[in-house]
C-alpha cells in the first residue's frame, strides 16, 4: 500500500513542474523580443537633408592653393624678383660688366648686348640694361679718348671723329667733345710719333709728309702741329727717296728718268730735285 501512495507523489510531483513552466526537448524556448531602436539602422536621410562636411573632410590644399617645394607649377620663377624678368637682369649685369672694363658709349653697349655676335639679348633686355645702368659716359669718353691717344697718337680732330662715327665708338658730339677738351694731350708729341711711323715704313719726303699730317682724309693735325713734326723726326730724305725709286722700279718697271719724274710731282712723292738726283744716281 504504501508502495503505491509513493508512486502516486512521484507522478504527482512531475505533473506540477509541468504545470509550473518547465522547458521540454521538444518545445523551443521562445526568442526574447530585440529593440529595434538599439539594432536596425535609422533609414537614411535625403541628401538634401544632410549636408556634406566640405570644410572638415577636403584637405586644405585644395581650397587655397599654397606652394611648396613639391608642386613646382606653383613656385613663382626665382630669377623674377620684383617684376624684372632674368633675362633683363642678365643683360644689365652684363652692361655693368661692359662699363667696368671697356667704357663703351650707350650706343655701342646696346649694339654689343644685342649683336648676334655679342651678347644676343633681346632688344627689350638690353633697352633695360642701358636704362638702369650706372654709368658715366662722358668719363667713359675720356678713358677711350686716353687709350686711343697712348697707342694710335691722334689728333684732336682724329680722335674727336673716331669717338663719334657710326664705325667707331658711337659717342655723342657732346660727350666727345668733353673727351678731347679734358684729355691730357700733347698734339705736338702726337703729329711727331705720327710723323716717325710714316717715314720708317713708308719712306714719305718731307712735303708729303705734311701733307698726310694735315689732310682731312688724313691725320687732321694742325698746320702748325704738322711742321713741328717734320722739321723734328728723324729722316734722311735722300735716302727716303731712294727708297722710293726702287720701289718703281722693282714693281712698275719704269726707266730712270720716268722715276725722277714721280720722285719730284706734286702729284706723286713731292721730293726735291735734288733728292731725286740722289735716288736716280744710286739706283743701279
Known amino acids: 500500500m504504501k508502495k503505491k501512495v509513493l508512486s502516486l507523489l512521484v507522478i504527482f510531483s512531475f505533473f506540477a513542474l509541468v504545470a509550473c513552466g518547465t522547458p521540454t526537448t521538444n518545445q523551443p524556448e521562445p526568442t526574447p523580443p530585440v529593440s529595434v531602436s538599439n539594432t536596425t539602422p535609422s533609414p537614411t536621410k535625403p541628401a538634401e537633408d544632410t549636408p556634406t562636411q566640405a570644410a572638415d573632410t577636403t584637405p586644405a590644399a585644395t581650397q587655397t592653393p599654397i606652394p611648396t617645394p613639391e608642386d613646382s607649377s606653383q613656385i613663382p620663377d626665382k630669377a623674377e624678383n620684383n617684376g624684372v624678368p632674368s633675362e633683363y637682369k642678365s643683360a644689365l649685369n652684363k652692361a655693368n660688366s661692359y662699363n667696368d672694363l671697356m667704357h663703351m658709349s650707350k650706343a655701342r653697349l646696346y649694339d654689343q648686348l644685342t649683336s648676334e655676335y655679342g651678347e644676343k639679348f633681346s632688344a627689350d633686355a638690353a633697352q633695360y640694361a642701358i636704362d638702369n645702368i650706372k654709368a ?13 691717344n697712348s697707342t694710335m697718337h691722334m689728333s684732336k680732330a682724329g680722335l674727336y671723329e673716331q669717338l663719334t662715327s657710326e664705325y667707331g665708338e658711337q659717342f655723342t658730339q657732346e660727350e666727345a667733345q668733353y673727351a678731347v677738351d679734358n684729355i691730357a694731350a700733347d698734339w705736338n708729341a702726337n703729329a ?69 719724274d714721280q720722285l719730284v710731282s706734286e702729284y706723286g712723292e713731292q721730293f726735291t730735285q735734288e733728292e731725286a738726283d740722289y735716288a736716280i744716281a744710286n739706283l743701279d
Open 192 to 260: 711727331l710719333a705720327s710723323a716717325q711711323n710714316y717715314n720708317d715704313t713708308m719712306h714719305m719726303s718731307k712735303a708729303g709728309l705734311y701733307d698726310q699730317l694735315t689732310s682731312e682724309y688724313g691725320e687732321q693735325f694742325t698746320p702748325e702741329e704738322a711742321q713741328y713734326a717734320v722739321d723734328n723726326v728723324v729722316a734722311d730724305w735722300k735716302e727716303n727717296a731712294l727708297q722710293k725709286a726702287k720701289e718703281y722700279r722693282s714693281l712698275m718697271d719704269m726707266s730712270s728718268e720716268a722715276i725722277r
Open 136 to 148: 658715366d659716359w662722358n668719363a667713359n669718353a675720356l678713358a677711350i679718348a686716353e687709350t686711343y
